[in-house]
């Protein structure tokens, strides 16, 4: 249905109750050809508000890389990163042969301070074929309402191959998130993942006391392609850049 409205005039599009699934997920939830890629929404979107004569201001959030992030799933932020790379594949190839139209690529925040050095096993993240939280929804629970120890192992094993031997503490931290929402388990599921691939995150005990759930103050990269491009250029305050772009761009 997205796809065939390329020629409305206006278009809204809601395709879950919350936020989309994770890329990586889609095989498993069966939605490959069911819930639409970013890049396929960016191109129905371009398609549209390209017909208004005044010109548009589109904004594309490629949300899942953050939510992923906050996991410590780092399969999922490389996924999530990769189709967000293709929407502004497809912001580019709008843009590129146009004067009239600037790309700007940014980010409102870093969150975890994932950091990756020589021992980071890449090979493994390779093979982790679903996020935290779709493997915390194949968990079982007890008559208490306390996640099994074998269902834990074996829906963590089956989805990565970097995690074959949770420790009795590994398992009692996730134990003891049973009745917390699955996102939350989540978060230690993959801080345990990440462990195991040599990532260095933000510690847990840190993460829980943020207001923010791990967002940092780390610099984040900004890029920008076509008019005026070069306003955008050096270090530049996150506050700055709306500033630039209605007060010098859009005077």
Known sequence: ELLNARNAKKLVGIFYDYAMNYVIDKEEL?????EPTISEMTSVALDVLAKNKHGFFLMVEGAKIDYAAHAADIAGVVAETFAFDEAVGVCYEFAKNRDDTLLIITADHDTMGISLSEP????SLKMITASPEYMVTQFK??????????SIKEAVQQYTTVVD???????????????EYPYK????VGSIIAERLNVA?????VRQKSQTGGHTGNIVPLFAYGPQSGLFDGYID?????TI???????
């Open 141 to 150: 629970k007890d008559e208490s309402g306390v996640y099994t120890s074998d």
């Open 185 to 188: 388990t989540g978060w230690i």
């Open 30 to 34: 069966n939605i490959v050809d069911v």
């Open 201 to 205: 995150i933000m510690s847990d005990s």
């Open 245 to 251: 772009i209605t007060t010098r761009i859009l005077k």
């Open 238 to 242: 996150n506050t700055e850049i709306s």
């Open 165 to 179: 031997n949770l420790t009795d503490s590994e398992i009692k931290s996730i134990q003891d998130t049973s009745r």
């Open 120 to 123: 980071f096993d890449y090979e």
